[in-house]
């Protein structure tokens, strides 16, 4: 391939699913991202695109180059990285995707006390619950192990959920549950055969759940660590649901200094929140 930057757009589109998409997450334009393609296309004898029903996206054909470019892209970043943390310098961005209550109440909050630790890190957080590829991000968190790609993933905590209804009606039928893209989250399965039906009200963020809680007295689905602490609330017996927790990175990232300062952060962060070990706060993690 004469022109290697024609993989980095091929590589978007096979991340973000369409070539609109990917010419979003690129900063530029559909027609831009199309030339490159109808450039590659000529170079291949055969179009790396084809038409979907969610719009125009990678031809299984070339797999095999959008595999090789996805280690190569891996592997810069990698080399990148070792050499600005030799000089002394920041690391490139480092993509960090997982739920907002991994996010806002365990990672962000610990970030004050490993400070130090991390100043040569720039961290990104982007919202995505049950994440199973990387999807352009450095690192994912989520409760489903991810079983494709060469990723290199490992178990790091558990969080326990559990549906808290109303003391004054703790045989309550309505609830408060997470919305229809995590319909396969095996805690919202398992409330949702406890109520007998579906959510009354559904949103995005376990935040907002406890916010309904509050504003509506409807029962919810809750992380223990929220729920315990929400007056007016009990827990109910035999909804908890342990879930477990899997950091993941592109195996080509292994000695990335970044990688491996992020993903220590992470871990330690993780077992050391309320979240995941009842009773115990955020409290030297670094």
């Not at 180059?65 to 070792?82: G, T």
């Not at 806002?104 to 004050?112: D, E, F, M, R, V």
């Not at 990232?253 to 115990?280: C, H, K, L, M």
Request: hydrophobic letters at 40%; charged letters at 25%.
């Amino acid at each position: 391939m004469d022109r290697w930057d024609d993989l980095k757009f091929l590589l978007a589109i096979e991340r973000h699913g369409t070539m609109a998409a990917a010419a979003r997450a690129l900063g530029t334009n559909p027609a831009t991202v199309s030339r490159r393609m109808e450039r590659m296309a000529d170079e291949l004898g055969m179009n790396p695109v084809i038409k979907t029903p969610a719009g125009w996206g990678t031809n299984p054909e070339v797999q095999g180059l959008i595999e090789a470019s996805d280690r190569f892209h891996e592997e810069v970043e990698r080399e990148k990285n070792r050499l600005r943390f030799k000089h002394g310098l920041q690391s490139a961005e480092i993509r960090v995707a997982c739920s907002p209550l991994i996010s806002g109440h365990i990672l962000i909050p610990a970030l004050a006390e490993c400070a130090a630790e991390m100043e040569n890190i720039q961290l990104s957080f982007h919202n995505r619950a049950m994440i199973e590829t990387l999807s352009g991000n450095d690192v994912i968190i989520s409760v489903v192990r991810p079983r494709a790609g060469r990723l290199i993933s490992r178990k790091i905590g558990t969080i326990t959920v559990q549906v808290f209804a109303p003391d004054r009606d703790p045989e309550i039928r309505d609830w408060v549950g997470l919305g229809a893209d995590v319909r396969e989250f095996e805690p919202m399965i398992r409330a949702e055969r406890y109520f007998g039906q579906p959510p009354r009200i559904h949103v995005d963020t376990f935040d907002h759940v406890l916010l309904v809680m509050r504003a509506t007295g409807l029962a919810g689905l809750l992380p223990r660590a929220s729920g315990l602490d929400l007056p007016g609330f009990v827990a109910v017996a035999e909804t908890a649901e342990a879930c477990d927790l899997y950091m993941s990175y592109h195996e080509s990232r292994r000695g990335d200094p970044a990688i491996t300062q992020v993903t220590r952060f992470i871990a330690q962060s993780v077992a050391q929140s309320i979240y995941t070990r009842a009773g115990e706060g955020l409290t030297g993690l670094c």
